[in-house]
């Protein structure tokens, strides 16, 4: 089954998982999901990942974070859509839940947060929102 939107697939399953309270979701593997994993297990809020390999597509493992049962990704928002691509000018980029949160942005430069983007005067597509 092909996926139009692989993105918003990856932030279900994941989504999914924290609200079962399970410790793990497989998911597709790709590069920019793979980025996108760095940048939440730099902020913390994932445990861990490893790429598992198989056929006919490799997965990866993600390990979700706890702490006292709670989760620590409490939202996953899916903003630039194959549909309707957002894209910020490096002065608009958005600040998520008073700066709790990060905004994922695909920039020139590669994937990076809001705040990373911010640093190096650079706008681009806002992939989703993670607080």
Not at 4 to 20: E, S
Not at 95 to 110: D, F, N
Request: aromatic residues 6%.
């Amino acid at each position: 089954m092909t996926v139009t939107d692989p993105i918003a697939d990856m932030l279900t399953r994941m989504r999914n998982a924290i609200m079962a309270g399970h410790d793990g979701v497989l998911i597709p593997a790709s590069q920019i999901k793979l980025a996108m994993l760095k940048i939440l297990k730099q902020e913390g809020f994932v445990d861990q990942y490893e790429v598992v390999k198989g056929k006919p597509q490799s997965m990866i493992k993600v390990h979700l974070k706890y702490t006292d049962e709670q989760p620590a990704i409490l939202g996953l928002e899916r903003v630039s859509k194959p549909g309707l691509r957002v894209y910020v000018d490096k002065r608009k980029i958005p600040r998520v839940y008073g700066g709790l949160g990060i905004a994922i942005l695909s920039t020139s430069k590669g994937i990076m947060t809001g705040q990373e983007a911010w640093r190096q005067h650079l706008g681009g597509e806002i992939l989703c929102y993670v607080w």
